[in-house]
């Protein structure tokens, strides 16, 4: 399989979104969906989807730090993965997101973005970059 890619890091008050090609295995941050009103959110991300034409999709799914149960944005995040198929008819995928938004906090402030607005702003792609990469790294050849 050739193409881009979108990844998603789902949040109640943002979702952070990602690109990526599977043929070059490189991810980059895209933009931040803010709003809690549904129809906005998806509003922007049909936008994004006609856009860059993506083959499939990938959602962070949280999980718990030690790895046991489930996470309480699990259900959240299962529920906007079924209507991102729903509604774009796409393959979605599932990649784990522990610990993204704050290792893309650390990476936004060793890239020169200290104030934290700066960075809150940037924040939810850095994530989604990071999540996507990461099921890029892990995932890629098994779509190909």
Known sequence: MRGCLLGF????ARIGV???E????????????????RAARFAAISRLIEEWRPV???VGMPRPLDGEGAH????R????????????GLPVFFADERLSSIEAGRALREAGVQ?????????DAAAARLILQHFLDTHRHAIS
């Not at 070059?24 to 709003?35: H, I």
């Not at 309480?72 to 259900?75: G, H, R």
């Not at 104030?115 to 924040?123: G, N, Q, S, V, Y």
Request: hydrophobic letters at 45%; proline letters at 2%.
């Open 9 to 12: 890091d789902f949040g109640l």
């Open 18 to 20: 990602a690109t990526g």
């Open 22 to 37: 599977l043929e070059t295995g490189l991810a980059s941050a895209l933009a931040t969906v803010g709003g809690e009103a």
């Open 56 to 58: 499939a999709l990938v």
């Open 72 to 75: 309480a944005l699990e259900p």
């Open 77 to 88: 995040c299962r529920r906007f993965a079924n209507q991102l198929h729903g509604r774009f």
């Open 115 to 123: 104030h934290w607005r700066a960075r809150k702003e940037k924040l």
